[in-house]
């Protein structure tokens, strides 16, 4: 794989480091927002989790690290396994609006809206892009946007169809 300049990797990554920085503003925001005390903690943890994605994202800049990988056994290692499928709940889902009042189910809808939106952004940048080395790390970043996704619709799963249980 033909390799990207250090400037080039470092612009990348700072935008990357930015958008993981932001969602996690977002996460906080939410979360002062709504007034039903289990949904600011779950989206507390949200915001924590961005803004560990974001240190991950540092730490792969310092190191210069373009040959990344989400998954087990191919360079740097942010998530033990890969994700074995996304079952697209979210692109069936409308982005609920932000309120106060939202309830729990509405919540992690949102939440998971949000990383289906990063996915999409990422995947899109790997295709616009000829240059194989920038393939290589937006097609990874989408891969972990993908992971958060996936996790989130778990979560909206047993609120949704809590009666499953």
């Not at 996460?27 to 289990?38: C, F, I, L, M």
Request: overall charge negative.
């Amino acid at each position: 794989m033909a390799s990207l300049n250090k400037k080039e990797f470092g612009d990348i990554m700072d935008v990357v480091i930015a958008a993981e920085v932001e969602s996690s503003k977002f996460y906080r925001d939410v979360a002062a927002k709504v007034a039903d005390e289990s949904m600011k903690i779950l989206f507390l943890q949200f915001a924590e989790e961005e803004q560990q994605h974001a240190t991950s994202m540092k730490n792969i800049k310092e190191m210069d690290i373009e040959d990344f990988s989400f998954c087990e056994g191919a360079g740097y290692k942010i998530s033990q396994t890969c994700m074995v499928g996304d079952y697209k709940i979210s692109e069936g889902v409308q982005m609920p609006k932000l309120s106060a009042d939202m309830k729990p189910v509405d919540a992690i809808a949102l939440a998971m809206k949000k990383e289906e939106e990063a996915m999409k952004t990422y995947s899109s940048l790997a295709e616009v892009t000829d240059d194989p080395a920038k393939k290589h790390v937006f097609a990874q970043l989408a891969k972990m946007e993908e992971a958060h996704k996936v996790k989130i619709e778990d979560l909206y799963t047993n609120a949704a169809f809590g009666e499953v249980w």
